[in-house]
C-alpha cells in the first residue's frame, strides 16, 4: 500500500527539495499549504494554517507519516501541537519526523534580548518538546545552518558599506544533504533523536562574509561586533556547533562556486 506524507513547510527551501525525492521513492505526498493550491508535479496541496488551526484537520486524514518542515523565528512548539492536536482528533498515529537545529537544547533563551538575538534557536526547541511528548512515533534531526541561508543574510549584508559581523560561528551544510537525509528518516521507522548532521568545516562569520565579497568580486570592509546576551554567549562558543558530526560533504567555498560560478576558494 503506497505511504502517504503529508509535508509542511513543502513550498520553502527544504521543502522543495524533499518533495520530488519522496515522489521518486513512490511516496504520495500531501503539502500543506496556507493558501489553496491546485495539484501539480505529483503533489496534493490542502490549504491549512499551523498558526490558527484552521485546515490542519483536514490535512491530516489519513496520513501515514507527517513531515514537519515548517519554523518560523517564534511560535513552533504552538504549530507542531496543532498538527498533534489535529493527528490525535482523527484517531491517528502517524511518524511524525521533525528538522531541528543543532544547539536547541543548548542555546537557552531567557530574556527578551536571547528572544531577538536567537528566538529562532528557542523556538525550535519548545517544538522538539512538543514532539518528543507527543505521544506520537517520531524522529527528530538536528542539522546546522544550511548555505542557502547564510547565502540570503550575506547578500543583502553584501549591498551594505560596511558589513556587520558578529562574533559567532557556524558549520554550514547543503540544504540538499539534509534533504536527502530527512527522507531516508521518513521512509524508515521511528527513531527518536538521531545523530546530528552538520557541514565539513566550521567558519567565523567574518569568514563566510569574506568569502561571499571574494566569489563576487567586491571587498568591502567587515565591522567586527560582540553579540551581547546569555544566549548569544552560548552561540558563539560554539553551542550551535558539532565538530564531531561534520558529515556534510560541500563546503561554503564549493556552495558559492557552485552558485555564483565563482572559482573554488579553500
Known amino acids: 500500500m503506497t505511504k502517504t506524507v503529508l509535508v509542511t513547510g513543502g513550498t520553502g527551501t527544504l521543502g522543495t527539495l524533499v518533495t520530488p525525492l519522496l515522489i521518486r521513492a513512490g511516496v504520495r505526498v500531501r503539502v500543506l499549504s496556507r493558501t489553496a493550491r491546485t495539484g501539480a508535479d505529483g503533489i496534493e496541496y490542502v490549504a491549512g494554517d499551523l498558526?490558527?488551526?484552521e485546515g490542519v484537520a483536514t490535512a491530516v486524514v489519513g496520513v501515514d507519516t507527517i513531515l514537519h518542515l515548517a519554523g518560523t523565528q517564534k511560535g513552533d512548539g504552538a504549530k507542531a501541537r496543532a498538527l498533534v492536536t489535529a493527528a490525535k482528533a482523527a484517531g491517528i498515529t502517524p511518524h511524525l519526523v521533525y528538522i531541528s537545529v543543532?544547539?536547541?537544547?543548548?542555546?537557552i533563551c531567557e530574556s527578551a534580548l536571547d528572544r531577538a538575538m536567537l528566538g529562532y534557536m528557542a523556538s525550535k526547541r519548545d517544538a522538539e518538546i512538543?514532539?518528543?511528548?507527543?505521544?506520537?512515533?517520531w524522529t527528530t534531526l538536528r542539522a546546522t545552518q544550511f548555505h542557502e541561508l547564510l547565502f540570503t543574510m550575506v547578500q543583502a549584508m553584501g549591498k551594505l558599506p560596511?558589513?556587520?559581523a558578529f562574533d559567532f560561528?557556524?558549520?554550514p551544510i547543503a540544504a540538499a544533504e539534509v534533504a536527502a537525509e530527512l527522507v531516508r528518516l521518513t521512509l524508515g521507522e521511528p527513531a527518536g533523536l538521531v545523530p546530528d548532521l552538520a557541514g565539513p568545516k566550521v567558519y567565523s562569520m567574518r569568514e563566510v562574509l569574506r568569502g561571499y565579497q571574494d566569489a563576487v568580486g567586491k571587498r568591502r570592509p567587515i565591522l567586527g561586533l560582540k553579540a551581547p546576551g546569555k544566549a548569544a554567549k552560548i552561540y558563539k562558543a560554539g553551542g550551535n556547533l558539532n565538530p564531531d558530526r561534520a558529515v556534510g560533504e560541500q563546503s561554503w567555498a564549493e556552495f558559492l562556486a557552485e552558485r555564483l560560478g565563482a572559482?573554488?576558494?579553500a
Request: charged share 20%; proline share 12%; no cysteine.
Open 130 to 137: 512538543v514532539v518528543q511528548e507527543s505521544g506520537l512515533p
Open 162 to 164: 560596511i558589513a556587520p
Open 102 to 107: 543543532v544547539g536547541a537544547e543548548r542555546v
Open 169 to 171: 560561528r557556524f558549520q
Open 51 to 53: 498558526q490558527t488551526g
Open 263 to 265: 572559482p573554488v576558494r
